[in-house]
């Protein structure tokens, strides 16, 4: 199986995106195995399925429709007790969208 490998500039910009920060080892680790995922997903696209039934899963089960019961809740004085940054009656989290933080 040959495929190209992903430039270190693609690798960085998709760990951006997915907030991730790597260093240069970890942009050449990355980079070769996402380009062998690449290469396995085009040898994928080369199976002929005609006449190969989708399936929705490989187990042959359903999904449970359990009726949507709300179970046992924290009260708000012990989630502000162990929550690390609060703004009662709220919990604060990091920024995530735009440039914000992230992993």
Known sequence: MSHESLSPDYVRRIAKLSRLSLTDEQVAQYGARMSAVLG????????NLEGVEPMANVGGTTNR?????PGPTLSNDA???????????????????GEGGGA
């Open 40 to 47: 396995y997903m085009n040898r994928l696209r080369e199976l």
């Open 65 to 69: 429709f359990d009726e949507d019961v």
């Open 79 to 97: 989630l502000m007790k162990i929550a690390p940054d609060t703004m009662p009656p709220f919990v604060k989290v990091p920024k995530v969208l």
